[in-house]
Structures are given as C-alpha cells and as structure tokens.
C-alpha cells in the first residue's frame, strides 16, 4: 500500500526567509507525486506535480520541489517567503491503479513578519 | 462549467438526519472523486466514479453511505442518519485522467456538522 508521510505539522518562517516541507512517501511502483495548497476555507489548489520527466520540478507562486528516488522524497520549498504563502500544504501520491490520491497529513506554514 | 461546484456550501444536520450533497464536475472530465476532510486536517479517500460507474469505492462505510454520478445531473454523496463523527469537510473533485500524472481539480467543499 502507498503512503505519504508530511514531517512537521506546523512550520513557522520569517518573511524572506527560505521555506522547506519535508515529504517522503512509500509505494510499490513508480510514484507521481504532487503538493497541494489550502487556504482557509478553500478547495485545494495544485502547485506543482511530479511525472518523472525531470526530478527538480517547478511550480506557481514560486515553489518548486525535488524528486529524490533514493531518498523516496519530494520536499517542496520556495526561497523567500511571502505573508501571501501562509496556508496549510498537501503532500499527495497517485499510483498503483488507484486513480484516487493519497495524502499527507498536511503542514500548516505561518509566515511572520 | 471550467470549475467543480459543490453545494451547499454548509449543512447542518441533527443526529440520525440525512445529509445530501452535490458536486458539479468540470465538463468533459470523465472521473470524479470524493474526499473527507476531518479535523485533524486528514483527508481520506471515499469513492470516485469513471463517468456514472462506481470506480473505485474501497474508502466509502458502505452501512450509511452512498453515491451516485447520473447523467445529466450532478453527482450526489448521501449520508443516512448522520452521526457526530461524519461532522467534516466533504470535498469533490474531477480530472480527465490521461495518466497517473494527472492532476485533480478541487472543489470548494461542503461543510457537514452534525449536531
């Protein structure tokens, strides 16, 4: 079975300062993977998704994220952060015939001024 | 429509009442899925559809819950006499599927509280 493994709940970062989410994931083919955000009250909206073409992926709003095999990661991070990126992220994996996405718990990122 | 439309957007509920919602998917895309979002933010897979034929159902509680996609119409997630515990945020979303890589659009959620 798949799994996506979000570490940190909450992550807090000064504006300007570099944002890193950490997530690993488990699966028994090759994986696609994508990162998600939420805004409160809102749906999810796509960021940025891995289809193997290239493992350094880039994304909206100035995020990207790598693919690390070795590893079985896919961290997302961006190098400045802004007010406008606090929300909660998503970590997510499609794969083994599901069609249907498998998420990570999520991380809450606060942005301080 | 170029988005998925869920309604309504807030539904309470008294406990062993039933709860209907909608979803809308985005024309032109074949597969459509529902989600629940609980408290602690996890979001745990339900059903999804291949046009109006169940795909995949392994995440629904197949005692109070149920769904439908019909043509013509918007797809449906019913819950029969509603407990504490299905107070969460129920989320649609739709893709073409042209691959694993293929992204889902995410609608707006309906907010359940069961009271």
């Not at chain 1, 939420?38 to 289809?51: A, D, I, M, R, V």
């Not at chain 2, 539904?11 to 998917?25: D, I, S």
């Not at chain 2, 439908?68 to 989320?91: G, H, M, R, W």
Request: one cysteine or more.
């Amino acid at each position: 079975a798949q799994s996506v493994t979000q570490l940190g709940s909450h992550v807090s970062v000064s504006e300007g300062a570099l944002v890193l989410l950490r997530c690993n994931y488990s699966s028994s083919v090759p994986p696609y993977l994508f990162w998600y955000v939420q805004y409160p009250n809102q749906g999810l909206q796509l960021l940025l998704k891995y289809t193997s073409a290239a493992t350094l992926v880039k994304g909206i709003n100035g995020f990207e994220a790598e693919f690390k095999k070795s590893e079985t990661s896919f961290h997302l991070t961006k190098p400045s952060a802004h007010m406008s990126d606090a929300a909660e992220y998503f970590c997510a994996l499609n794969g083994e015939g599901r069609r249907a996405l498998t998420f990570g718990s999520g991380t809450r990122l606060q942005v301080q001024p | 429509g170029e988005e998925v439309a869920q309604t309504p957007k807030h539904l309470v509920r008294g406990e062993g009442q039933k709860a209907k919602l909608y979803c809308a998917p985005i024309k032109g895309h074949s597969y459509v899925f529902w989600y629940q979002q609980v408290l602690k933010n996890e979001f745990k897979f339900l059903i999804s559809f291949q046009n109006e034929n169940v795909f995949d159902e392994t995440g629904m509680p197949k005692e109070r819950f149920s769904a439908k996609c019909l043509p013509n119409s918007p797809c449906s997630l019913e819950i029969q006499a509603t407990k504490l515990e299905d107070s969460a945020v129920y989320f649609c979303a739709s893709s073409q599927f042209t691959g694993e890589n293929t992204e889902a659009f995410f609608g707006q959620g309906t907010r359940l509280t069961v009271v």
